[in-house]
């Protein structure tokens, strides 16, 4: 199953995916949530790792931790009973690029 980004009808992020990679949709919802800015960082590092400057990187947000390496990109649910979601550092880039997408404000749309 592909992965569905959308807002819902709060205009809160959302996440569906397989369930295979129902962790995936966890993390950028509890984790991620509104902040295109904490995409970037885990961009970055994705870019970093790959290209030597880094060999791992590792945050914990308010749900999961993300560990990445040059091979593998791990999360792990710091609550409940979810196996951990190993991914290419090629997908996790892909998702986290799509929810950025997500993120980005509508033309048109005025805030305040």
Known sequence: MAHRYYRD????PRATTGR???LLGRF????????AGMCDEMLAALDDIA??????????GNAHTLILSKRRALIHAEFGRSR??????AELR???????TLLKPKRGHRSG
């Open 9 to 12: 009808e709060n205009g809160d």
């Open 20 to 22: 295979e990679q129902r």
């Open 28 to 35: 950028l919802e509890a984790d991620i949530q509104g902040s």
């Open 51 to 60: 290209a030597g400057r880094s060999q791992r990187w590792q945050m914990t």
């Open 84 to 89: 951990d979601l190993i991914l290419s550092p």
């Open 94 to 100: 892909q998702a986290l690029l799509e929810w950025k």
